[in-house]
């Protein structure tokens, strides 16, 4: 019988919720530890902010991208804590959750990728407060349709999660329009997002000369094992290839879907979501019911997917 190919896709931005995180540190010691971790290398209290909030600190994008690397990476050392003998042979992540997959596979270390995502997280912020940006979900429309209402409002493709749910990006004044004309065109819903700014557009084209900045001065090493980048949908390439795609990111679409058929089409059958939230477990339902999804996101899950993956069979 064919052994099970594993893959870890890490959560991304938007799957934050006041509480992450804490139900690891209530039971496990290693988690407090890596949180005092984050919080000395951040010079403040991350835990508190998961923990407590106000959801208003929390969704802040300097705060939420921090927040959920941290909470994916204690998710990832928790299983394999409590699954010694768990392998895995590709990782991913969305947008944000990139940093994490390409810490998972040990192309950056947790000090280092926290720094960095932090820094993305404080430039991300800044280029949503200079420019007028939103985005918005595009629910039960194809591609080519959301591409035209795309063209036709001035808005951008920036996630295209799984089939039936694209989520658009551009200036807050033009994506009325686009949510109307997708509506027009045949779309169930057209909502917009509660985020900061127009990620994934080239309103926060303004975050990248930092972030190369920060990446070039960062040690980074070849995954070992294959990272799915969300620009190009196939795995990253050398140091250096990994740099130059981290910083197109920002304002390239996200493309979820595609890398997620890639990992399949390579024989990936189970995929383990780690972070907060259960998105991406509900994105591999719309692309491809046949494959078992897991997470970790609490001690509860973690403890679930640990019985699901003991179980013989």
Same mark, same amino acid.
Request: hydrophobic fraction near 45%; charge should be neutral; include cysteine.
């Given at each position: ?75 990832? @050392? &928790?299983? =394999?804590? *409590? ?5 895995? #042979?590709?990782? +991913?992540?969305?947008? /944000?959750? %990139? ?22 997280? @404080? &430039?991300? =912020?800044? *280029? ?5 940006? #939103?985005?918005? +979900?595009?629910?039960? /429309?194809? %591609? ?37 004309? +997708? ?131």
């Amino acid at each position: 019988m064919a052994m099970t190919q594993t893959a870890l896709v890490f959560a991304g931005q938007g799957a934050q919720a006041v509480g992450m995180g804490r139900s690891f540190v209530e039971t496990c010691p290693g988690a407090r530890a890596w949180f005092d971790r984050a919080n000395a290398i951040l010079g403040y209290d991350l835990a508190k902010i998961c923990f407590e909030g106000p959801e208003s600190e929390l969704t802040k994008t300097e705060h939420a991208q921090p927040a959920i690397f941290v909470v994916g990476w204690i998710a990832f @050392q &928790l299983l =394999q804590e *409590a699954l010694p003998s768990l392998r895995f #042979g590709a990782t +991913a992540g969305l947008s /944000l959750g %990139e940093f994490t997959a390409l810490a998972a596979a040990r192309a950056l270390s947790f000090e280092d990728g926290l720094k960095v995502v932090r820094h993305r997280g @404080q &430039l991300m =912020q800044k *280029a949503a407060e200079t420019t007028k940006g #939103g985005m918005a +979900a595009i629910i039960g /429309l194809d %591609e080519p349709a959301t591409r035209e209402v795309c063209a036709e409002a001035g808005v951008e493709l920036a996630n295209l999660n799984c089939p039936g749910q694209i989520v658009i990006s551009g200036e807050v004044d033009k994506l009325p329009r686009a949510c109307e004309l +997708a509506k027009a065109k045949g779309a169930k819903k057209a909502l917009p997002l509660a985020v900061a700014g127009a990620f994934h557009s080239k309103l926060a084209s303004s975050a990248q000369p930092g972030l190369r900045t920060i990446l070039e001065s960062t040690t980074i090493s070849p995954p070992n094992v294959p990272v799915v980048s969300n620009v190009t949908a196939r795995p990253h390439g050398t140091p250096a290839e990994i740099r130059e795609l981290l910083v197109q990111q920002v304002t390239a679409s996200v493309r979820w879907e595609e890398s997620m058929r890639y990992l399949l089409s390579q024989g990936f059958t189970r995929f383990i979501e780690l972070g907060p939230g259960t998105a991406l477990s509900g994105f591999m339902r719309r692309i491809d019911k046949s494959a078992q999804m897991l997470n970790v996101a609490d001690t509860e899950t973690l403890e679930k997917t640990k019985v699901d993956l003991t179980q013989p069979g």
